[in-house]
C-alpha cells in the first residue's frame, strides 16, 4: 500500500508525472493514478491514491475486469474492462478514475512504485504489508453522489484533520 505523510508533502506533484509517464510515456495529470489535492485554503496538500482498502468496493465489476494482484494491487483487464464506469463510481475516495474510455488505478507499478521514487520529499513511502488493512467504510456514504474529484476533497480533508488539528495546537502555544 502507498502510504501518505501530509506533513511532508509540497504539493510539487511529481508523483503525478512520473506515474503518468510511467504508465503512458505521456506528462498530464489526467492519465495519473495518483491525484495531489490542493487544499489551498489550509495550505494542505494531500496526494490520493489506491488505498488497496479492506473493502474492495472496485472489485464488484459487473463484468468481472478487477482482480487483486499479489501485492494487494487492482489489476484491471483490458480484454474484460467495458468501461462501464462502476469501479469508478464505487470507489469511495476517488482513487478511481476514467481516462480515455480506460480506468486509472494504482498498480503499484510492480512493485516498485514510480510516485515513491520520484517523492524527494518522503512524503509517499511504500508498506507492501499494509494492503487490505486500510477500511473507507466510512466514505462510503460521504461519496454517494458525489463526483471523483469532491471524493477525493473529502478524503484528503478527513486524512489531514490530526495535522490540522496539531498545527493549530502548536500556535495556540507559541
Same mark, same amino acid.
Given at each position: 500500500?502507498?502510504? @501518505?505523510? /501530509?506533513?511532508? *508533502?509540497?504539493? +510539487?506533484?511529481? %508523483? &503525478?508525472?512520473? !506515474? ?55 489489476? @484491471?483487464? /483490458?480484454?474484460? *474492462?467495458?468501461? +462501464?464506469?462502476? %469501479? &469508478?463510481?464505487? !470507489? ?83
Amino acid at each position: 500500500m502507498i502510504v @501518505i505523510d /501530509p506533513a511532508k *508533502c509540497s504539493g +510539487c506533484r511529481r %508523483c &503525478e508525472v512520473n !506515474c503518468a509517464f510511467f504508465h503512458t510515456g505521456r506528462v498530464g495529470r489526467a492519465s495519473s493514478r495518483i491525484k495531489v489535492v490542493k487544499l489551498e485554503a489550509l495550505g494542505i496538500d494531500y496526494p490520493v491514491v489506491c488505498r488497496h482498502c479492506v473493502e474492495r468496493f472496485c472489485n464488484r465489476c459487473p463484468e468481472s475486469a478487477i482482480e487483486i494482484g499479489p501485492l494487494g494491487q487492482v489489476l @484491471i483487464s /483490458p480484454t474484460l *474492462c467495458t468501461a +462501464c464506469g462502476t %469501479c &469508478e463510481r464505487l !470507489c469511495p475516495i476517488g482513487a478511481i478514475e476514467m481516462y480515455g474510455g480506460i480506468p486509472h488505478v494504482c498498480d503499484l507499478c510492480g512493485g516498485e512504485p514510480r510516485c515513491v521514487a520520484q517523492c524527494t520529499m518522503g512524503a509517499i513511502t511504500f508498506a507492501p504489508a499494509a494492503s487490505g488493512t486500510v477500511s473507507l467504510k466510512p466514505f462510503r456514504e460521504k461519496a454517494r453522489g458525489a463526483t471523483t474529484e469532491a471524493r477525493r476533497v473529502c478524503f484528503a480533508l478527513a486524512e489531514t484533520q490530526v495535522l490540522r488539528e496539531t498545527w493549530i495546537a502548536e500556535r495556540g502555544r507559541s
